[in-house]
């Protein structure tokens, strides 16, 4: 195998002459084999470590600080990292120490030697793009990193968003599947009162629609980028002008609002936004958990649970019980976010954790969010198109439960009374006759006056009755 000596301080290394990495990429491949996840599991993180380079190259030749050739060299490399090629030359593992030097130097020696061939050199004649002197110009890890990581959160925000679209159209069509269909409501796994199956349904594609609000909002705090803090938000060893130009230079490579903060060194500790953002994942997953859970107990059964829904049968449930179907894909959901909840944990205590001037701790953070985000966007669109979309309603059981029910009795409060509804449901619930059969048997109400409160409509939505010319 052909290989080139490359140096750093500590020393000298042969590396494969084929790969696009450099001797700090190597010592970071040997020091961490952690999550065995590299920079090239998340794609977009790849893609905005190039843009956050291509723009701090486009800024430092506009300050005359980089010649033109190696301007042009720097943009090429990074154009064609954005555009997909050399994710495999990213090979570090997402959780790292040194606060991301590591994946920030990958980024450095894959441009600087990609950059190297289209200049017409050999990979590691570092004299005539150096990925430090060149590519990390005006930069530091300190601000490189964490801008890169905005970006690509900003831009898996918006998977997520489309995600949780997906899935809330699907409850949306079932809500109005299923508009006709009454069944019983239930407070502490208690009848309550009636209610229609497309009511249900429309409130899981309310909160889904409450939720997509907050990850938008969230998604607005990550716009503030550091770069030009360089090494603690002092800006030292960069131009006074650069913060400004290359905030524009970022805007123009990644067409997306990205502003610089106004105080620099606050924004390079300051691990508030991940905070927020992982929180508002949190809220998601927990309501969407909540869901799944419903599915579930309205799925129950088939003969011995609540067999309201049917949830598309996806694969045998056991190995043992024949015919048996479970809700595997709600199942895999709440999983999903039982991690997304978990991962919370770790970016909390990994940005209280922070020191001083730097939070040497936003690898674990990175590698949290993106995986909180992928999941949960897969989640979505899993629970979507494998399960909601499929579900059917047993109208006959839900119409049984409701007329069936202890329940319909809060009906006739206001026209015999709680006293007199109390001694109804205190004797249906001993005898088994129903609520409607009792009311007559005591001649509390006429047959027409009963039909006419258990009237679908009346039951569903705000309902006065006319007593004495006044209403009650």
Do not use: W
């Amino acid at each position: 195998m052909k290989t080139r000596k490359e140096h750093d301080f500590i020393g000298e290394l042969e590396i494969a002459d084929d790969v696009y990495y450099g001797i700090q990429t190597f010592r970071a491949v040997e020091n961490f084999s952690i999550t065995k996840e590299r920079l090239s599991n998340f794609p977009v993180f790849v893609k905005a470590l190039a843009q956050v380079k291509k723009a701090a190259a486009l800024a430092n030749f506009e300050l005359n600080l980089l010649d033109e050739n190696i301007k042009n060299a720097i943009v090429f490399a990074c154009d064609r990292i954005i555009a997909g090629e050399f994710l495999d030359q990213f090979v570090v593992d997402m959780i790292q120490g040194g606060a991301g030097t590591s994946t920030n130097m990958n980024a450095n020696e894959v441009i600087a030697n990609v950059a190297l061939e289209y200049m017409g050199h050999k990979k590691g004649e570092y004299q005539y793009c150096h990925p430090n002197d060149h590519v990390n110009l005006s930069q530091s890890t300190n601000d490189a990193y964490p801008t890169a990581l905005r970006l690509a959160l900003y831009e898996l925000l918006f998977d997520l968003i489309e995600s949780m679209q997906i899935l809330k159209t699907s409850f949306d069509g079932k809500a109005k599947e299923f508009t006709h269909v009454l069944k019983m409501g239930r407070t502490q796994l208690q009848d309550a009162v009636p209610m229609t199956l497309g009511q249900e349904f429309q409130t899981f594609a309310v909160m889904l629609g409450e939720d997509m609000q907050r990850v938008r909002e969230a998604q607005n705090l990550v716009r503030e980028i550091n770069l030009g803090g360089t090494a603690i938000g002092t800006g030292i060893n960069s131009h006074p002008d650069y913060p400004k130009i290359v905030e524009t230079k970022l805007q123009e490579v990644t067409n997306r609002p990205f502003v610089t903060a106004t105080d620099l060194i606050e924004a390079t500790q300051d691990t508030g936004a991940y905070v927020q953002v992982s929180g508002v994942l949190k809220r998601v997953a927990t309501k969407i958990s909540k869901i799944c859970n419903d599915l579930r107990l309205l799925s129950s059964g088939p003969r011995a649970g609540l067999n309201e829904i049917n949830l598309p049968k996806m694969q045998p449930g056991s190995s043992i019980m024949p015919g048996k179907v479970n809700p595997v894909i709600p199942e895999v959901v709440n999983q999903v976010c039982f991690n997304v909840i978990g991962n919370d944990i770790t970016i909390t205590l990994a940005s209280e954790a922070g020191q001083l001037q730097l939070n040497v701790f936003e690898p674990v953070i990175a590698y949290s969010l993106f995986n909180s985000i992928v999941r949960m966007k897969r989640a979505c669109i899993t629970l979507a198109q494998k399960c909601v979309d499929g579900i059917t309603a047993n109208e006959e059981v839900c119409r049984d439960f409701v007329f069936h029910s202890i329940g319909i009795v809060t009906a006739l409060n206001p026209y015999i009374g709680y006293e007199n509804s109390a001694k109804i449901a205190k004797e249906a619930l001993q005898t088994g006759k129903s609520v409607y059969d009792l009311t007559l048997e005591h001649k509390l109400l006429s047959k027409e006056e009963l039909d006419e409160i258990f009237k679908p409509q009346n039951m569903l939505n705000p309902h006065m009755r006319e007593v004495k010319g006044h209403k009650q």
